[in-house]
C-alpha cells in the first residue's frame, strides 16, 4: 500500500499537566483521593466503537479498585487516621495517583476526538492501555499490605485485580484491526483516483459510529481540531486527507443535508459578533481574507489594496506616504491569527488564495481527488432531470458548504461546470433554494479563475443582478451584493457591472430598505463601485448621498467610507445638496469608531478644498470644531492625525481672511488622500 499506518503519528493527547504531576496531599487525604479517581473513573462508559475492549477492561479493574479503596477506608476494626504513613506508602500511592489520572484523561481524550483518527492511531493506543495496566499491577504488587492490615477478603480483591492485569494483553482487536487496514485502502485507491466501493464503505462508516450526515459533520469537526493540534505538517496533511475522505462518504451514502441540519455547525457573521479592529481592512471595514502588507509596512486585505493599486494610486491609503513599490507580502502571522479566531467563533475562514491550501497547508493528492469525487458526484446529481425541490435545495446547499472550505474545493467546483446548473435555481420560487444558489456562487468567486467563469456564464450575471432586485429574501439580496462586491475586485468587470443600471439601482435600494447586515453588504459593494469616477456619477443620480446620509448612524464606517469616495470622484455638489452633512460629520469625528473618525476628517478637508469660504464658514459655524479637531490631533489614526492638522490649517487661513488657500487651487493639499 502507498499508505501505510507508520504515516498517521501517535495522537496527541491534551491532559492538564497536573495529571503527571504527584499531588502534594497527606497520606489519608492522598488515599481519598485515590478512591474518589477511582470512582470517577468506574463512572465512565466505554469508547462505543474503538477500542471497545480495551476501555471496558481497565474501567472494569478500575471499579474493582474503588471497592478495594471501600475497604481499605471503612474497615470497621481498625481507623483510617490511625495509619502511619512510611515514605515507601505515601510514594507508592503518589504513582497510583498519577496512573489513575492518565487513565482518565486517555479514555476522555478517546471519547471526544475524532473516530477515523483514533483508528488510525489504535495500535499506539492499544499499547498505551496495555502500559496503564501494567503500571496499575506493579503499584499493587509492592502495594505495602502489611502496613495496611488488610483482611483476607480484602487481599483476595488486590489479588483478583493483579491477576487480571496480568491476563490483559490489551492488543488490538481484530475488527479494529480490519477496519483501520480497509480505511488505509480506501486511502490508497482514492489517491490513485479509483472510487471507493461504497458498500465496504458504509460497512467501515457503520462499524465506527458515523451513521448519518450529523454524525459525519462532528466528525469533520473534530478531524480539523486534529488538524490545528498536530506539530508536524505531514500530520496535518494526512488530517486533511481523512476529512475528505468523510465528506466524500457523507454524500454518497447519506445523501447532501439540508441548510437546515447543519445551521449549527458554522455560525455566519451576525451584528453582534464584534471583529477585532485589527482583523479588519482599513479599506473595506470587512474582515480579511488575504491579509498583505505594502511597502510602508501597513497591512490590507489583498483584494482591496490591489483596486486601490490598479485604480491609478501610488500611495498607501491609511498614511498617505508614496508607495516605493506595489509588490504584497503575504502577513501570514495575521492570517493565522484570524483563522484561529474564526475557529473559536465557529466562523467559516474562505481565504481569497487559489494555492490549494488548508488553513496555511498543503492538501495532499488524497484529499484533493476525494474533493474531485465529491464535487462530482454532486455536479452529475444535480445535472440530471429536474429534481424535486428538497432534492435539489440539498445538492446545492453542499456545493455551498463545499464551496466555502478552501481554494481547492472552489476549482473543483468551478472546474465540474457546476455554475450553469446553479443559474437554474437562481429564480426559483422556493427561498431556501435561491439563498443556497445565490451563496454558492458567492462562494465560488472567491477564487478569481471562477470570476471569470461567472461573468462569462450564459445567464450567471443576470440571475445574480435579478437576486439583488428582487430576491425572496434579505438574506438572498445581501449575498448578491456580496457576489457584485467579489466581482468587482477584477478592475474590468467593476466598470462593466458600474456601467448596469439595475446593479446601482439595486445596491441602492438595499442599503436604503435592507436590514442592518444587508445594508452593509450593498454598502462595501457601492464603495468598491465609488473607485471608478464614471460610475460615481451614476451612483449620485441615484442617490447615493442621500443614502449615505440616512444610514451614517446606523453604519457609520461604511457610510463615511462611502462619503469619502463619493468626494473624491466630483460628488461635491450632491453633498451640499443633501444639507446637515457637514455637522453629522463632525458628530462623527467627537464620537464615531477610529476608522469613521479618519474618514470624516478626510471627507471635511476635501469639501473645504472643493467648496471654497462658504464650506469652510459653515464648518466654522460649529462651536466644538476646534477642541474636536484638537483631539483628533492626539488621538487618531496617523492619517487621520495628519487629515486634522490640514483641517486646523484650513480654518485658521480662513479666519485670516486668506481663503484663497481654501479654494479650488489645492493641488498641494490633494497631495496625499
Not at 225 to 235: A, F, G, R, Y
Not at 298 to 303: A, E, I, P
Not at 497 to 503: A, E, N, Q, S, Y
Not at 529 to 555: H, P, T, W
Request: proline share 4%.
Amino acid at each position: 500500500m502507498a499508505v501505510s499506518s507508520a504515516t498517521f503519528p501517535p495522537r496527541k493527547l491534551r491532559p492538564a499537566a497536573s495529571c503527571f504531576i504527584s499531588p502534594q496531599l497527606s497520606g489519608l487525604s492522598l488515599l481519598h483521593s485515590i478512591h474518589s479517581l477511582s470512582l470517577q473513573i468506574s463512572s465512565l462508559r466505554p469508547l462505543p466503537f474503538i477500542l471497545k475492549r480495551n476501555s471496558s477492561s481497565l474501567i472494569h479493574k478500575c471499579k474493582l479498585l474503588s471497592l478495594l479503596f471501600d475497604d481499605i477506608l471503612l474497615l470497621p476494626n481498625r481507623r483510617p487516621q490511625s495509619l502511619s504513613f512510611s515514605p515507601s506508602f505515601h510514594l507508592c500511592f503518589e504513582e497510583m495517583f498519577v496512573v489513575l489520572q492518565r487513565i482518565k484523561t486517555l479514555i476522555e481524550d478517546c471519547s471526544i476526538g475524532s473516530k477515523m483518527w483514533l483508528l488510525m492511531q489504535i495500535e499506539s493506543i492499544s499499547s498505551t492501555f496495555r502500559e496503564l495496566t501494567l503500571d496499575l499491577w506493579t503499584l499493587l504488587e509492592i502495594l505495602p499490605t502489611k502496613d495496611l492490615k488488610l483482611s483476607e477478603d480484602v487481599e483476595e480483591l488486590k489479588n483478583l485485580i493483579i491477576k487480571q492485569c496480568v491476563g490483559d494483553n490489551a492488543s488490538v482487536d481484530g475488527v479494529d484491526n480490519e477496519a483501520r487496514i480497509e480505511v488505509l485502502n480506501m486511502l490508497d485507491s482514492i489517491k490513485g483516483e479509483i472510487v471507493p466501493d461504497h458498500a465496504r464503505l458504509g460497512k467501515v462508516f457503520a462499524q465506527l459510529g458515523l451513521s448519518d450526515s450529523a454524525s459525519c459533520r462532528e466528525e469533520i469537526e473534530c478531524l480539523e481540531d486534529e488538524v490545528q493540534s498536530q506539530s508536524d505538517e505531514k500530520s496535518k496533511s494526512e488530517a486533511i486527507a481523512l476529512i475528505g475522505l468523510v465528506r466524500y462518504a457523507k454524500c454518497v451514502l447519506f445523501g447532501a443535508s439540508s441548510s437546515f441540519e447543519s445551521d449549527d455547525w458554522h455560525r455566519e457573521i451576525t451584528p453582534d459578533l464584534v471583529i477585532p479592529e485589527d482583523f479588519r481592512c482599513p479599506i473595506s471595514l470587512d474582515m480579511m481574507r488575504d491579509p498583505v502588507v505594502v511597502a510602508t509596512g501597513q497591512t490590507y486585505d489583498r483584494c482591496s489594496i490591489t483596486l486601490w493599486i490598479e485604480s491609478g494610486r501610488n500611495t498607501c491609503p491609511k498614511t498617505g506616504q508614496p508607495l516605493a513599490r506595489t509588490d504584497l507580502i503575504p502577513n501570514r502571522a495575521l492570517k493565522n491569527l484570524i483563522g484561529m479566531w474564526c475557529r473559536e467563533q465557529r466562523i467559516p475562514y474562505a481565504t481569497a488564495e487559489a494555492d490549494g491550501r488548508f488553513n496555511g497547508l498543503t492538501a495532499n493528492k488524497t484529499a484533493l481527488e476525494a474533493t474531485k469525487m465529491t464535487v462530482w458526484f454532486l455536479v452529475d446529481k444535480l445535472s440530471g432531470s429536474l429534481w424535486p425541490t428538497e432534492t435539489a435545495n440539498r445538492v446545492v446547499h453542499e456545493l455551498r458548504v463545499l464551496a466555502k472550505m478552501d481554494s481547492d474545493s472552489r476549482s473543483c467546483i468551478g472546474e465540474a461546470g457546476a455554475i450553469p446548473l446553479l443559474v437554474r435555481y437562481l429564480g426559483s420560487e422556493n427561498s431556501n433554494l435561491q439563498v443556497n444558489a445565490v451563496t454558492t456562487i458567492l462562494n465560488l468567486s472567491i477564487l478569481d479563475t471562477n470570476k471569470t467563469k461567472i461573468m462569462e456564464t450564459d445567464g450567471a450575471l443576470s440571475g445574480v443582478i435579478e437576486v439583488l432586485r428582487s430576491g425572496a429574501t434579505w438574506e438572498a439580496k445581501a449575498n448578491a451584493a456580496a457576489t457584485i462586491f467579489s466581482l468587482s475586485g477584477v478592475h474590468s468587470y467593476r466598470r462593466k457591472l458600474g456601467k448596469k443600471t439595475r446593479v446601482i439601482r439595486g445596491l441602492l435600494d438595499l442599503a436604503r430598505e435592507g436590514p442592518t447586515t444587508s445594508k452593509r453588504d450593498a454598502l462595501l459593494a457601492i464603495l468598491t463601485l465609488a473607485g471608478d469616477r464614471d460610475c460615481v456619477g451614476r451612483l449620485i443620480e441615484g442617490g447615493v448621498v442621500e443614502i449615505v446620509k440616512e444610514v451614517m448612524d446606523e453604519l457609520p464606517e461604511e457610510a463615511v467610507t462611502v462619503l469619502e469616495a463619493v468626494m473624491k470622484r466630483g460628488g461635491l455638489v450632491a453633498v451640499a445638496a443633501a444639507g446637515q452633512m457637514i455637522p453629522k460629520l463632525v458628530e462623527m469625528l467627537r464620537s464615531g469608531a477610529s476608522r469613521a473618525r479618519e474618514s470624516a476628517v478626510a471627507t471635511l478637508v476635501i469639501m473645504c478644498r472643493k467648496g471654497g469660504a462658504e464650506m469652510v464658514a459653515e464648518l466654522a459655524k460649529i462651536s466644538t470644531i476646534e477642541v474636536t479637531i484638537w483631539d483628533l490631533m492626539g488621538t487618531g489614526t496617523a492619517r487621520a492625525k495628519r487629515k486634522a492638522v490640514s483641517l486646523m490649517r484650513i480654518l485658521q487661513r480662513w479666519a485670516a481672511g486668506s481663503e484663497g488657500d481654501v479654494l479650488e487651487g489645492y493641488s498641494i493639499a490633494m497631495e496625499m488622500p
